[in-house]
């Protein structure tokens, strides 16, 4: 067994200092590109362990390096922002940041990597290459193309990811081939149209009304003109128009999200939403304005990598805990940035515990840290193996 018996008795004697270190990222977190205080802990816990560290890497970024062998670099990429959401938990360490949450498990998967740096730093240098990626910006789907940007992938060989998920129980991963997650871009549109009295409509060009029907319009289309079978969604999350209650706004803004699997759906959506919505306000006198933003592909796990994680998990877990999920998530992730250039796997840790666990992105979003140890023994076992495979290593 690559995870030895001396580094399950060193990961018991680390675990209390790195659940401190978690309650105390929980309680401070910071928003997308403001990672500073957070970047700077983890700068600092990395350099104690003996690990070659580079400060601003993709702006608030962390780039740390370990070993001197010759062979291939294998790395791990964990994620730091937090959501602008409040927290609801009642937890002793909640949030001190009034507004900001971490809501969707980073401050876990933080420390997943230093756990993850701190083993692998009592390894001999001369037998081992690994990199750490601890990335910024991850919520708002920039911070993997920053980091990217700077050169942090190059040279790696093979990326490891995780993210924990309130669906699975502690003490069990989700593992999946092929599309993990999905494809997502950033929709924008204005119509515009002409302003009147409220009590007589028919001598304006109401944008409130066919803003509505632009919404409705897609949804129907969805359902009509794209195969049920490989799933769409647009979703508008912002809607913002009209200057008085008494007069017909003369223009209106839509701002949403899409998200499909298809690839090469992806490319074409942007076309086919535009002709839709133009059409729709065309029809009542309206001329539409419609943006689209790329903002990640879909995560595409390899298989080689997922299976070599899946038996590394099986080690740890027992295969009865290791679930392989049939169907992709419509949530995006920007971890696929990176594997448009370099081939790499992502898994689902469970983290519901015996109080259950609510959603990502819910203000009482509590995953159990017995999670923590699992996520950090499969994914150093993990590395391990895949230096194993392609380095000279000696536990």
């Given at each position: 067994m690559i995870f030895s018996e001396r580094m399950n008795l060193l990961l018991e004697e680390y675990l209390p200092e790195l659940l401190e270190i978690r309650k105390h990222l929980h309680s401070h977190p910071e928003l997308s590109g403001q990672e500073h205080q957070t970047a700077a802990l983890v700068a600092g816990e990395?350099?104690?362990?003996?690990?070659?560290?580079?400060?601003?890497?993709?702006?608030?970024?962390?780039?740390?390096?370990?070993?001197?062998?010759?062979?291939?670099?294998?790395?791990?990429?964990?994620?730091?922002?937090?959501?602008?959401?409040?927290?609801?938990?009642?937890?002793?360490?909640?949030?001190?940041?009034?507004?900001?949450?971490?809501?969707?498990?980073?401050?876990?998967?933080?420390?997943?990597?230093?756990?993850?740096?701190?083993?692998?730093?009592?390894?001999?240098?001369?037998?081992?290459?690994?990199?750490?990626?601890f990335q910024p910006a991850e919520e708002i789907a920039k911070g993997a193309y920053w980091m990217k940007k700077d050169g942090a992938i190059k040279d790696v060989k093979a990326l490891f990811g995780v993210?924990?998920?309130?669906?699975?129980?502690?003490?069990?991963?989700?593992?999946?081939?092929?599309?993990?997650?999905?494809?997502?871009?950033?929709?924008?549109?204005?119509?515009?149209?002409?302003?009147?009295?409220?009590?007589?409509?028919?001598?304006?060009?109401?944008?409130?009304?066919?803003?509505?029907?632009?919404?409705?319009?897609?949804q129907e289309a969805i359902s009509r003109k794209i195969d049920a079978l490989n799933p769409v969604v647009i979703s508008f999350g912002k809607i913002s128009?009209?200057?008085?209650?008494?007069?017909?706004?003369?223009?209106?803004?839509?701002?949403?999200?899409?998200?499909?699997?298809?690839?090469?759906?992806?490319?074409?959506?942007?076309?086919?939403?535009?002709?839709?919505?133009?059409?729709?306000?065309?029809?009542?006198?309206?001329?539409?304005?419609?943006?689209?933003?790329?903002?990640?592909?879909?995560?595409?796990?390899?298989?080689e990598l997922?299976?070599?994680?899946?038996?590394?998990?099986?080690?740890i877990v027992g295969e009865q805990n290791v679930i392989h999920l049939e169907k992709a998530s419509l949530g995006a992730e920007d971890f696929a940035e990176f594997l448009r250039d370099v081939p790499g796997t992502m898994f689902r840790l469970g983290v519901s515990g015996s109080k259950r666990c609510a959603p990502l992105h819910h203000g009482q979003f509590s995953p159990d840290e017995g999670s923590l140890k699992v996520g950090i023994q499969i994914l150093t076992t993990t590395l391990l193996s895949w230096s194993k495979l392609n380095c000279s290593v000696r536990d």
């Amino acid at each position: 067994m690559i995870f030895s018996e001396r580094m399950n008795l060193l990961l018991e004697e680390y675990l209390p200092e790195l659940l401190e270190i978690r309650k105390h990222l929980h309680s401070h977190p910071e928003l997308s590109g403001q990672e500073h205080q957070t970047a700077a802990l983890v700068a600092g816990e990395l350099r104690k362990y003996g690990w070659k560290v580079q400060e601003g890497i993709g702006r608030t970024g962390v780039l740390a390096d370990f070993g001197e062998g010759d062979g291939p670099l294998g790395a791990l990429r964990v994620d730091m922002d937090a959501l602008p959401i409040q927290e609801n938990t009642g937890l002793e360490y909640a949030s001190l940041v009034e507004g900001v949450m971490h809501a969707c498990g980073h401050d876990i998967h933080t420390c997943i990597g230093l756990g993850v740096a701190r083993l692998l730093s009592t390894l001999p240098k001369s037998s081992v290459r690994f990199r750490l990626l601890f990335q910024p910006a991850e919520e708002i789907a920039k911070g993997a193309y920053w980091m990217k940007k700077d050169g942090a992938i190059k040279d790696v060989k093979a990326l490891f990811g995780v993210h924990v998920f309130p669906e699975l129980s502690v003490g069990t991963i989700g593992v999946k081939n092929g599309s993990l997650t999905a494809a997502a871009g950033e929709l924008k549109i204005e119509i515009i149209g002409e302003s009147g009295h409220g009590a007589r409509p028919h001598q304006a060009i109401d944008s409130i009304w066919i803003a509505s029907r632009v919404i409705g319009g897609l949804q129907e289309a969805i359902s009509r003109k794209i195969d049920a079978l490989n799933p769409v969604v647009i979703s508008f999350g912002k809607i913002s128009g009209g200057k008085a209650f008494n007069v017909i706004a003369d223009r209106v803004k839509l701002l949403g999200t899409v998200r499909c699997l298809d690839p090469l759906m992806h490319q074409t959506l942007p076309d086919w939403i535009t002709e839709i919505v133009e059409n729709i306000a065309g029809a009542f006198g309206a001329k539409a304005i419609v943006s689209y933003r790329s903002i990640a592909p879909p995560v595409n796990n390899d298989p080689e990598l997922t299976l070599l994680l899946k038996n590394a998990a099986i080690s740890i877990v027992g295969e009865q805990n290791v679930i392989h999920l049939e169907k992709a998530s419509l949530g995006a992730e920007d971890f696929a940035e990176f594997l448009r250039d370099v081939p790499g796997t992502m898994f689902r840790l469970g983290v519901s515990g015996s109080k259950r666990c609510a959603p990502l992105h819910h203000g009482q979003f509590s995953p159990d840290e017995g999670s923590l140890k699992v996520g950090i023994q499969i994914l150093t076992t993990t590395l391990l193996s895949w230096s194993k495979l392609n380095c000279s290593v000696r536990d």
